[in-house]
């Protein structure tokens, strides 16, 4: 399965932080430094901060790691997630505005279907 830097470079950032709130906590707690770890809000946010990255990035790791060629139907028509290369493949729709009922509107006129993602390192 392929790596992704950015992903790895938060986990590690995330782990590094819940370090810190750990060691810093031990030294409050064992009277080494007057930190006020339990008490001031802004370990506590910091704690929650940890928490609520650590969930997200589970989160975005799971899907990345189960999603390969899962299909669904998403407002912009169907979608999937190439099997090899993980790449999002979708239908791409050509529109125009056009007046409909005295409001413009885009109408699509043409389409093509299962284009992948020109940006991703494998080329789309």
Do not use: C
């Amino acid at each position: 399965m392929p790596r992704f830097a950015v992903l790895d470079a938060a986990r590690g950032l995330a782990l590094a932080a819940m370090v810190v709130f750990h060691f810093s906590f031990d030294l409050d707690s064992l009277g080494l430094a007057a930190l006020d770890v339990g008490g001031d809000p802004r370990w506590r946010w910091f704690a929650r901060l940890i928490a609520g990255s650590f969930l997200a990035l589970s989160g975005m790791s799971l899907v990345i790691a189960h999603a390969k060629g899962m299909r669904w139907d998403s407002p912009r028509g169907p979608m999937s997630i190439d099997a090899q290369t993980r790449d999002v493949v979708q239908t791409i729709y050509i529109r125009r505005v056009e007046k409909v009922g005295g409001e413009l509107v885009n109408v699509p006129f043409d389409k093509i279907d299962n284009v992948k993602d020109p940006a991703s390192p494998s080329g789309g």
